[in-house]
């Protein structure tokens, strides 16, 4: 089973930018398609976005231009560049692997935007 840690959530104020990142297990991380997807409270977890092993991306349609997700297959990482922070944006975010359909998530990492 392949292991994901994700790190890089804290607090941010409105407007402002994080980078999260998931460190992944496993000799074939460049066959996996990486999500990351985010659970708020009171909420169902959604799809973040998605970077399949050829680079191609997909996002959630509201997040587009503000967020991107990209991958760095020597180092086993993937990444979230999220900017221009909402409130809105508060969650937990998780990494999620998946090859062959077999599918591993991360722990996740808790963003905060608040003022």
């Known amino acids: 089973q392949v292991q994901l840690g994700e790190s890089g959530g804290g607090l941010v104020q409105p407007g402002g930018s994080l980078t999260l990142s998931c460190a992944a297990s496993?000799?074939?991380?460049?066959?996996?398609?990486m999500r990351w997807y985010r659970q708020a409270p009171g909420n169902q977890r959604e799809l973040v976005a998605a970077i399949h092993s050829g680079g191609n991306t997909v996002y959630a349609d509201s997040l587009k231009g503000r967020f991107t997700i990209s991958r760095d297959n020597a180092n086993k990482t993937v990444y979230l560049q999220m900017n221009s922070l909402k409130p809105l944006d508060t969650a937990v975010y998780y990494c999620h692997s998946e090859y062959r359909g077999f599918g591993s998530w991360g722990q996740g990492t808790q963003v905060t935007v608040s003022s």
């Open positions: 496993g000799t074939i991380f460049r066959a996996y398609t």
